[in-house]
């Protein structure tokens, strides 16, 4: 468990997170406020791009995360819940 708002995510975690989940993109949270603040959704992002707003911005980062096994869980949906929740048994 990490508190991300305390203690900032590092760039191999997130490394490792995208590699589980597949892309950057797959991990970033287009319900930030700060996305529509700074008009993210009007410009094309790249991968390297959400990996940047991840790192420089904690609520860019689509919670919770939950690396189970070699297994990743992102976001908060009841699929995702569920599919957490299967996994840890």
Not at 1 to 6: E, V
Not at 15 to 33: I, T, W
């Amino acid at each position: 468990m990490q508190d991300i708002k305390t203690e900032r995510i590092t760039p191999a975690q997130l490394a490792e997170m995208r590699k589980r989940a597949g892309s950057y993109e797959a991990l970033f949270s287009r319900v930030a406020l700060k996305y529509k603040a700074l008009g993210l959704g009007q410009l094309t992002l790249t991968e390297k791009d959400y990996e940047k707003y991840i790192l420089e911005e904690y609520t860019f980062l689509k919670r919770p995360v939950m690396l189970i096994g070699n297994e990743i869980f992102v976001g908060n949906s009841k699929k995702t819940i569920e599919g957490a929740r299967l996994a840890m048994k």
